[in-house]
């Protein structure tokens, strides 16, 4: 099935939502999203379900009540007992449906290497062509990086531009994204809607409040603005409350942050170059090539490069900023850093992104 012929939505529960305070998968979350997610497939659409949780659920059961550990390999290890206990429990909130449900474990180099982005791509549309569906989750038991720097927020963001989805589902365990911190702020209310996730709003975004996620509320602003940029909106809203996932997609007034997408979608290659491929190295270029980039259209000249942060090699993801340091692009660098000197294009604009 092409996901682009029908309502493909991507639903990310986070880590404090799937599991109790003990630690434990909480299985009304489960089923709660389940019913939902069921309704929605049976009326045509498609779903991918991100979850998080598999290191919380994993010491639940081996830890005996001591502290969670910090060690990476032990926090794979963790993980490895927790997988199994997450997808069980998917596969019991679907049960009742006799709705199956696929596990596909994703790591960076799946987002990085063209072709295995293309098989994760395949293997999720196959899931669906087969009635299934698929659970994503981080890699954590052999991707260690990702237990220290990744977040599920990012990685639903990603699958949401993989499957061409139309909309991404963030459940927390917030209301939403809110005007301050409530812990700081008594009076901070719910922001319904956001346009624009400009650097201020990215900025007053606080990390993780529940101590055992990843993520936090900066990491699902940061998701949403990734999915802006692909065309997709963004819906942040609170996982435990009865039929959350069905009245979203209803379009529910009051319930939740709303993003709104650009109108203008990146390409499937351009959103990839954008958001998938890991940032080698930062150059700064003077004002007249970030003129020419801002116009638009104008691929960069080594000309152009004031400084270089870091070494570089061909065909590596590299971002672009002003000399005050400011955002301006991404894009795959035709060359090394070693032979920018004798270069004349250092990156095409068919390989440039512009974030501005």
């Given at each position: 099935m092409n996901s682009m012929m029908s309502d493909v939505v991507v639903i990310k529960v986070g880590t404090s939502s799937v599991t109790t305070a003990r630690g434990d998968v909480d299985v009304a979350v489960l089923a709660n999203i389940a019913a939902d997610v069921q309704t929605h497939v049976a009326s045509g659409g498609q779903v991918v379900l991100v979850t998080s949780g598999a290191i919380t659920a994993g010491w639940s059961a081996v830890g005996q009540g001591a502290a969670r550990p910090t060690e990476a390999r032990i926090l794979q290890a963790?993980?490895?007992?927790?997988?199994?206990?997450?997808?069980?429990?998917?596969?019991?909130?679907?049960?009742?449906?006799?709705?199956?449900?696929?596990?596909?474990?994703?790591?960076?180099?799946?987002?990085?290497?063209?072709?295995?982005?293309?098989?994760?791509?395949?293997?999720?549309?196959?899931?669906?062509?087969?009635?299934?569906?698929?659970?994503?989750?981080?890699?954590?038991?052999?991707?260690?990086?990702?237990?220290?720097?990744?977040?599920?927020?990012?990685?639903?963001?990603?699958?949401?531009?993989?499957?061409?989805?139309?909309?991404?589902?963030?459940?927390?365990?917030?209301?939403?994204?809110?005007?301050?911190?409530?812990?700081?702020?008594?009076?901070a209310t719910l922001i319904e809607e956001v346009q624009t996730l400009d650097d201020e709003l990215m900025a007053s975004a606080s990390g993780s409040t529940s101590g055992v996620g990843s993520g936090g509320m900066a990491s699902k602003v940061a998701a949403a603005r990734m999915a802006q940029w692909s065309g997709i909106e963004t819906v942040i809203a609170p996982a435990r409350d009865a039929g959350v996932v069905g009245r979203v997609l209803a379009h529910e007034s009051g319930l939740g942050t709303t993003v709104r997408p650009r109108s203008e979608r990146l390409s499937a290659r351009k959103a990839w170059i954008a958001f998938a491929l890991p940032t080698t190295s930062r150059l700064v270029i003077n004002?007249?090539?970030?003129?020419?980039?801002?116009?638009?259209?104008?691929?960069?000249?080594?000309?152009?490069?004031?400084?270089?942060?870091?070494?570089?090699?061909?065909?590596?993801?590299?971002?672009?900023?002003?000399?005050?340091?400011?955002?301006?692009?991404?894009?795959?660098?035709?060359?090394?850093?070693?032979?920018?000197e004798e270069a004349g294009v250092v990156i095409h604009r068919d390989e440039l992104v512009v974030l501005i």
């Open positions: 963790v993980s490895a007992v927790g997988q199994p206990l997450l997808m069980d429990a998917w596969r019991g909130a679907f049960a009742s449906f006799d709705r199956a449900v696929g596990q596909v474990l994703l790591a960076p180099h799946d987002f990085a290497d063209r072709t295995q982005y293309l098989h994760a791509r395949g293997t999720i549309e196959a899931l669906w062509q087969l009635g299934v569906v698929p659970v994503v989750n981080e890699n954590d038991a052999v991707a260690d990086e990702e237990i220290r720097y990744g977040d599920n927020d990012r990685l639903a963001a990603l699958v949401a531009n993989l499957v061409g989805a139309t909309r991404l589902i963030l459940l927390t365990d917030t209301a939403g994204l809110l005007t301050g911190d409530p812990r700081l702020d008594p009076s004002e007249g090539a970030a003129r020419a980039l801002r116009d638009g259209g104008s691929s960069l000249l080594a000309v152009g490069i004031v400084s270089v942060a870091n070494s570089f090699a061909s065909h590596d993801a590299v971002e672009l900023v002003d000399e005050s340091g400011a955002l301006l692009a991404k894009g795959l660098s035709r060359v090394s850093s070693e032979q920018l």
